[in-house]
């Protein structure tokens, strides 16, 4: 029997949904919502408008779509910001990305160049293949999150917005471990007024968006908020946190084969994974240091999934291997080939083969879409605003975010089943164990 739900505030009102970085992944997201309220288009990918949730027994046949079961933000009533460092609208930087068809750009160009990125918080020491001339300047780090902050508070008053989300867009920033500036918001906000090497560029919109009450998403590899800091400051201020790195080519494919592997005890002896891409991210992970930031993101999945220390006979020291080449004749279409050397019954060896062509905008800007929901969701619900980060969103992020003394759950079907199960829980709905014994009582 269904228990009470949790208290959830109705989706009143505009929400604002703030961009950091307005190239393809935010174009081609914001192109594509507008497409969808135009009718152009349908929302392939996204589990909020296109997922359904089953509730209760089989045999009762429940199972309404999500944004009809929970009280979600409506496509209508979302209005857009961004922040760049390149000054292109969103037109012309879609007209650049080359993700979607020139014919639909020209469509929607009438809601597409109005929108024009405000200056962004840029630093090349942490994107060094990347320039931009429309960028904020600022005597400390703390000026310019103060900065960010004001265009948080002008974009409400002028949209109309009753609610906000961030989410960063932008490109993979150089490698930072976490260091002392980043164990506490105390030492944070000293570090933001000492102009500390240790703040990235990233954590300044991040900082601004928790002090503002927003809530706060991480579409890359960056340390970002992923640090005590900011989730204290999360926790202190009542707003969702998530990321890190959304979840869309090759590494997807790794979270849908490895579970598979591992339920059938198959071994893995070596998985070799290569990427050719032209876009814009392709050309910043030239970069050795912004490279590291994604390898370290792309390597983690495999080791968490199989869990070498359970099943040593069958991943123990596994070879690993992750590469991506910039290659400009692709753009957005990247190219991910996969090797993989596994072995069955007997130790006979045998080898499985992926070549995946996808769109990297296109997998990502769903993933977009689906997290200002649920974040915003989430704003409104103070039982799960209240604990900052919001790992049954890791269902989108190769490195999602968790507790201190958790290891991350990297499995996509475990993290789709956290996520409806969470979606269950907040409506007063049985959580689903698929156990199915009461069919045969």
Request: charged share 25%; hydrophobic share 40%; net charge neutral.
């Amino acid at each position: 029997m269904a228990k009470k739900g949790v208290s959830i505030e109705e989706p009143q009102g505009k929400l604002g949904v703030l961009l950091c970085g307005l190239g393809a992944v935010a174009t081609t997201f914001i192109g594509g919502v507008e497409a969808v309220r135009r009718g152009y288009a349908q929302p392939i990918g996204s589990l909020t408008q296109m997922g359904t949730i089953r509730l209760g027994l089989r045999t009762e046949k429940r199972a309404p779509k999500i944004k009809d079961f929970v009280p979600l933000a409506e496509l209508k009533d979302l209005v857009f910001a961004a922040w760049d460092p390149i000054p292109d609208n969103a037109y012309e930087a879609a007209r650049k990305a080359g993700v979607m068809e020139r014919s639909l750009l020209d469509d929607l160009k009438d809601f597409l160049e109005p929108i024009e990125p405000l200056p962004a918080v840029f630093d090349q020491r942490f994107v060094k293949r990347l320039e931009g001339k429309n960028v904020k300047k600022g005597k400390t780090k703390m000026d310019l999150a103060e900065q960010v902050m004001a265009d948080i508070s002008r974009f409400r008053e002028a949209s109309g917005a009753a609610r906000l989300v961030m989410v960063w867009c932008g490109s993979t920033e150089t490698f930072l471990s976490e260091k002392p500036p980043h164990r506490s918001l105390t030492a944070f906000e000293k570090a933001l007024k000492s102009n500390s090497p240790d703040i990235a560029p990233s954590m300044i919109y991040a900082y601004a968006a928790l002090k503002a009450g927003v809530p706060f998403a991480n579409g890359a590899p960056n340390l970002t908020a992923d640090i005590p800091a900011l989730v204290d400051l999360a926790a202190r201020q009542r707003v969702p946190i998530c990321g890190k790195d959304f979840k869309t080519g090759q590494t997807l494919m790794k979270t849908i084969i490895a579970p598979g592997l591992k339920a059938r005890l198959l071994g893995l002896r070596g998985w070799f994974s290569t990427n050719i891409l032209g876009n814009r991210d392709g050309e910043v992970l030239e970069d050795p240091g912004s490279f590291k930031t994604k390898e370290e993101s792309k390597l983690s999945a495999l080791e968490y999934i199989l869990q070498p220390e359970l099943y040593p006979e069958l991943y123990q020291d596994f070879y690993h291997k992750v590469r991506i080449n910039y290659y400009p004749p692709r753009g957005d279409n990247k190219e991910g080939w996969d090797n993989l050397d596994i072995f069955g019954w007997l130790g006979y060896p045998m080898q499985i083969k992926i070549d995946f062509l996808c769109r990297d905008s296109i997998l990502a800007a769903p993933l977009v879409l689906d997290l200002a929901l649920f974040m915003d969701l989430a704003q409104r619900t103070p039982e799960m605003a209240r604990r900052g980060i919001q790992e049954w969103l890791s269902f989108y992020f190769k490195s999602p975010m968790h507790a201190p003394d958790l290891y991350p759950e990297h499995d996509l079907f475990i993290q789709l089943m956290k996520l409806k199960n969470t979606l269950r829980y907040l409506r007063g709905e049985e959580l689903i164990t698929h156990l199915g014994l009461e069919y045969y009582d």
